[in-house]
Nanobody, 126 residues
Framework: QAQLLESGGGLVQAGDSLRLSCAAS????????MGWFRQAPGKEREFVAG????????VYADSVKGRFTISRDNAKNTVYLRMSSLKPEDAAVYFC???????????????????WGQGTQVTVSS
């Protein structure tokens, strides 16, 4: 399994922007679709955004479409999540995840991901 380390979270005001990073080690991400998920207190983990192995295909949850952008730099073994126009309801712990199989398609299903990071906290004040 890969080790994934998220960073970039913090406390921001509504309307602000943040960029999360997910640095992978132990395995190159270039053959794997990647995803971002989030979990708010008392809620289940939910899909936020996904990207295929080469960055051509991306998928977003309806709640973030048009505000969040997922991208990847395979040379740096890193995936990013650019979040803009943040809302209080975006507050959560954000997790990076790697698909369980190489060359697999983008997925929004948590069970399709084999490696997870520890998460980074995003707090949005109104």
């Amino acid at each position: 399994q890969a080790q994934l380390l998220e960073s970039g979270g913090g406390l921001v005001q509504a309307g602000d922007s943040l960029r999360l990073s997910c640095a992978a080690s132990g395995r190159t991400i270039s053959r794997y679709a990647m995803g971002w998920f989030r979990q708010a207190p008392g809620k289940e983990r939910e899909f936020v955004a996904g990207i295929n192995y080469n960055g051509v295909n991306t998928v977003y949850a309806d709640s973030v479409k048009g505000r969040f952008t997922i991208s990847r730099d395979n040379a740096k073994n890193t995936v990013y999540l650019r979040m803009s126009s943040l809302k209080p309801e975006d507050a959560a712990v954000y997790f990076c995840a790697m698909r369980d199989r190489a060359w697999s398609a983008v997925s929004s299903v948590t069970g399709d991901f084999g490696s997870w990071g520890q998460g980074t906290q995003v707090t949005v004040s109104s």
